[in-house]
């Protein structure tokens, strides 16, 4: 651009550079940040951190790292830079880097924040090094570093599940937790019974939700859309539908998400009933609303209404439109 004449705003230039890290030209967009650098502009921090995630991405560690050490000469907030760092190499499968710039920012006279170790504990667990972020949450107990909080100790319980280790995980839910005054949320709740379904844990699922009724907490339409999934899913289809009679058509907590974790378990007619029930209710069915029928056509060995195969026709063709 200069070439021709032209000098960028800062604006064009962090859109440019934005804009070439998420379109997978990393390594251009390091050149103009480079070339940026010299010409006194500095990029955003979205800016930064997209860059930085294309870089690590591409597998581009030592370019990535001199992004860091600029923005941290540059006088940006140190934990912060570190933070959007670390949460770049979570991405990849490389403990060994995620440990050694934790221990440089400790090195620096920089102390992590609870953000800090959760996005480590989250890329180990990613990882499946469950062991070596059990290393660092005990770091946090002991006072080393800073006090565990509410999703640290969801993002322990789901790298534990994960690692097929269900005990020691609900312990942690139902002990450790209560133990440091602290009380799991609808959030963590949803990530566990996620989990649990995974390892096709489903009586350990519903009693968990049973559990989290008791002690008041209200269950939102993910909670609904992850139980009927995954009751579906284990092939445990009239509990799917007893449990939205009685559960989850009471609450009035449906949207789409939760209708079409429904209609992936039900037959042509049982799921065209549903349909009428989402526009009684208000709810128009998206795409994914009519992709799900249209699957539910190719698979049915009965032969469904011309109607109804119209419709879903008609629709699946309105929506890519």
Not at 184 to 197: E, G
Request: charge should be neutral.
């Amino acid at each position: 651009m200069r070439k021709r004449g032209f000098v960028p705003s800062l604006v064009s230039y962090n859109s440019i550079v934005h804009g070439l890290s998420k379109e997978g030209g990393c390594m251009r967009a390091y050149q103009l940040f480079k070339e940026g650098i010299e010409f006194g502009y500095l990029p955003l921090e979205p800016t930064y951190k997209v860059l930085v995630e294309a870089l690590c991405r591409a597998s581009h560690i030592d370019k990535a790292k001199d992004v860091l050490q600029f923005m941290l000469k540059k006088g940006l907030d140190q934990t912060r830079s570190y933070n959007i760092f670390l949460r770049a190499l979570s991405l990849m499968d490389s403990p060994s880097e995620l440990l050694n710039i934790l221990v440089s920012m400790l090195q620096n006279q920089c102390q992590p924040d609870v953000v800090t170790l959760n996005t480590v504990i989250n890329g180990f667990c990613k990882m499946r090094r469950v062991e070596e972020a059990l290393e660092v949450f005990n770091d946090m107990l002991t006072g080393k570093l800073c006090t565990p909080d509410v999703v640290t100790f969801t993002t322990v319980i789901c790298g534990l599940l994960n690692d097929g280790r269900t005990d020691e995980a609900l312990h942690f839910l139902h002990t450790r937790m209560p133990e440091m005054s602290l009380s799991p949320n609808i959030v963590t709740y949803n990530a566990v019974l996620h989990c649990l379904f995974k390892l096709q844990k489903v009586d350990e699922a519903t009693k968990l939700l049973n559990d989290m009724e008791q002690k008041g907490l209200v269950a939102n339409s993910t909670t609904y859309t992850i139980m009927i999934e995954g009751l579906c899913k284990s092939n445990r289809i009239d509990e799917a539908k007893c449990f939205w009679d009685n559960v989850v058509w009471p609450s009035k907590v449906h949207d789409d998400f939760v209708y079409a974790a429904i209609l992936k378990g039900l037959c042509n007619s049982e799921a065209y009933q549903m349909v009428g029930e989402m526009r009684k209710n208000g709810l128009v069915p998206d795409a994914v609303t009519w992709r799900i029928l249209d699957k539910l056509h190719g698979n049915t060995k009965k032969q469904s209404s011309v109607e109804s195969k119209d419709e879903v026709s008609v629709e699946l063709k309105r929506n890519k439109t």
